[in-house]
């Protein structure tokens, strides 16, 4: 198990100015936008604009603070996405562009290289146990509060904007475990076969 505390955390600001992002974790190590096989960010989005494209790339989004945006991806009708409601994923090929409901909000971003990995992003309410294949992972994430993760003989607490990185060969299964005013997110990951 891997602990990422937030102070370890660097972060960047746009090229355009809309906002900063805050790398939590990626895949291989020192992987760059274009090379990487998984990467989980925070993005402060301050102004409305258009995302970045990121071609071959899975994404999907959730707001961990402020009220929320509506997002329009290609042609589709815009989805509203808030605070609490589910995660939405798109593909980073798709010209997409948000429009802020409320105010500034910090989102969490979850990419993949289709072909190489895939996710699923989910929100946790209540204490849940895990058990990972061999090749799979997974990515814990605290937000406004802190969670305790379990695995084996090892208990972690996780503060706003910590994280914990597990994998099948390593630790196999896990519980996490939040408290009442903690925002818990679980990635689970999942490496696909190469021929």
Known sequence: MKIIRASSC????????????????????????????????????????????????????????????????????????????????????????????GGEITDLNVMTRRGRFSHRLQRIREPISCTLGAREGAVVLSFNGSAKLISGQDTVTLDHADAAILTGMHEGSFRIVTSDSSECYLVLLHEHQVT
Request: without cysteine; hydrophobic residues 40%; neutral net charge.
């Open 10 to 101: 660097r972060t960047t600001p746009w090229k355009n100015g809309g906002g900063t992002t805050t790398e939590i974790a990626a895949e291989p190590p020192g992987a760059s936008l274009g090379t990487f096989d998984w990467r989980i960010s925070m993005a402060s989005v301050v102004v409305d604009g258009a995302f970045s494209t990121f071609p071959g790339i899975d994404r999907t989004l959730a707001v961990v603070s402020g009220k929320g945006l509506m997002l329009t991806i290609g042609s589709k009708a815009a989805v509203s996405l808030e605070r609490g409601s589910y995660p939405i994923s798109f593909d980073g090929d798709v010209p997409t562009s948000a429009r802020l409901t």
